[in-house]
């Protein structure tokens, strides 16, 4: 799991013949490249910002990134992207004084949560 300069981590773990995890969960992830999206070889889910509010996912790599995950998920991967509208980059770990972006990340935990779940247990 990783989230914003974390999430590069969580997504390179995925790549290579041999992932180094059974899946992995990305919050607002940041620093990504078109080709470590690409290197994905493990079940990921991304848990993004709005891509109009976030500089490091923009509305352009975002659809860049459904495009790449979707040629992936047609090959029988389970891979996956998810934006909350109107929460910026960092919504996830900002939750407590605004009580809908304690909502949507509470939304964001549980998704990833359910995700990992079908992995780890």
Do not use: M
Request: a neutral charge.
């Amino acid at each position: 799991v990783g989230f914003c300069w974390g999430g590069l981590y969580a997504t390179l773990v995925t790549t290579g013949r041999n992932p180094l995890v059974a899946a992995s969960v990305v919050y607002h992830g940041s620093l990504l490249k078109p080709e470590d999206i690409q290197a994905i070889n493990a079940p990921i889910t991304f848990q993004q910002s709005d891509p109009a509010l976030d500089t490091q996912i923009n509305t352009t790599f975002y659809k860049q990134i459904q495009g790449i995950l979707a040629t992936k998920q047609e090959a029988g991967q389970d891979v996956s992207i998810t934006y909350y509208p109107g929460q910026p980059h960092g919504y996830s770990l900002r939750g407590g004084s605004d009580p809908n972006v304690t909502a949507v990340a509470t939304t964001a935990f549980k998704a990833g949560l359910a995700f990992l779940k079908k992995y780890l247990e």
